[in-house]
């Protein structure tokens, strides 16, 4: 597992000017989450060995767009639907149809065919206060990414000590 956090300053900045547009409905409810997840979608056509699946006899196999999985814990057990061609969206887009795809795991309603041909998950516990975690890989996916917390940090900045909000991330 390897964990890098940053400086959750912007991210937190962009969510805050979308309030507005969220509370009069022009938007989807579009979270941190959200955008994380749709920013993994654009980051991972970079990497394609971790938008991949490894099967039988060591054969890659490469997508060509970000089926996204997105782990999601139900009454059932975790469960992972998949955003085929997150890649395509746009992040209001994007934010509507996971949003669709958990309530359809947490009502039992999910088709199987959304349960499968991930490229690549994201799992999401900072929503629980978790600081870091080490992410289980979903087979045959090549890779997982965990999503922490947000805390706040302290470093100096020209001889003076400031806050941040850190959000930690594990690959």
Known sequence: THTASFDATEIMEFRKKLKPKIEKGEVNNITLNDIVMWTVARILL???SLNANLLENDTMRYFKHVNLGMAVDTPRGLMVPTLFAADTMNLNETAGRLKALAAECQKGTISPDKLTGGSFTVSNLGVFG???FTPVI?????G???VNTIQTRVREVGGVLKTYPCMTLSL
């Open 46 to 48: 970079r990497h394609k």
């Open 130 to 132: 978790i600081e870091h």
């Open 138 to 142: 979903n087979p045959p996916q090549t």
């Open 144 to 146: 997982i990414l965990g």
